[in-house]
């Protein structure tokens, strides 16, 4: 598709095709700096901005100024894959809503 092929034409691509994630995925997996013409709510997702940067790292500057602050000093992929990470093991420690129910009782 011309998405994969040539990221960066996702400028001229209409809102909602610049807001779709696969769309964004593809075009940015293969052009880091594709970024820049996402929807601004993708800027902020970590998948994308995850994906755009192992394509070219210098597309953390088309990232939401949030992960932007994130990966100041540190490598992007590093970084945000580091903030994924920590997020999962969060999610797998916080207890489920039928653990909570069977406390001991005394």
Do not use: H, W
Request: glycine residues 4%; contains cysteine; charged residues 30%.
């Amino acid at each position: 598709s011309a998405v994969t092929t040539y990221g960066r034409c996702l400028g001229s691509f209409d809102e909602s095709i610049k807001a779709d994630k696969e769309v964004a995925l593809q075009a940015v997996s293969t052009n880091g700096v594709a970024l820049q013409c996402v929807d601004y709510r993708l800027k902020d997702d970590k998948d994308v901005v995850l994906a755009a940067v192992k394509s070219d790292a210098y597309a953390i500057d088309y990232a939401s100024s949030r992960l932007k602050s994130l990966c100041k000093d540190k490598d992007p992929v590093q970084a945000i894959e580091a903030m994924m990470n920590m997020e999962k093991m969060q999610a797998e420690l916080k207890p489920k809503p039928q653990q909570q129910k069977r406390g001991l009782k005394i």
